[in-house]
Nanobody, 123 residues
Framework: ALLVESGGGSVQAGGSLRLSCASS????????MGWFRQTPGKEREPVAA????????NYSDFVKGRFTISRDNAEKMVFLQMTSLEPEDTAVYYC?????????????????WGQGTQVTVSS
């Protein structure tokens, strides 16, 4: 797999998790990367994105300053630090590599996806 996520788990509300995504794609260092999430019966929704240099980030409104996306191009990794987690954050989280023009938070602009990692937040 080109993208492999890790770091998911179960936490109580108010807790924190750090998700990691390891890439083996040669295009990683020149690509915008994003985190998305999905719950059963719902469409996949954007969480955050980061451009190839790491100096431009985008976040969905529901993040509300609780999550931080970052990347390490030398290690070909992208991270999502999540704090103040809420039960509504429970979902499978996916990382993805943007390969098409468009808004960085547009799911259709992403072609390569990881297998996802489950995040469960209990109240």
């Amino acid at each position: 797999a080109l993208l492999v996520e890790s770091g998911g788990g179960s936490v109580q509300a108010g807790g924190s998790l750090r998700l990691s995504c390891a890439s083996s794609a040669r295009t990683f260092t020149s690509s915008t990367m994003g985190w998305f999430r999905q719950t059963p019966g719902k469409e996949r929704e954007p969480v955050a994105a980061i451009n190839w240099t790491g100096d431009l980030t985008n976040y969905s409104d529901f993040v509300k300053g609780r999550f931080t996306i970052s990347r390490d191009n030398a290690e070909k990794m992208v991270f999502l630090q999540m704090t103040s987690l809420e039960p509504e954050d429970t979902a499978v989280y996916y990382c993805a590599e943007k390969s098409r023009p468009g808004d960085n938070l547009n799911v259709d602009a992403y072609r390569y996806w990881g297998q996802g990692t489950q995040v469960t937040v209990s109240s």
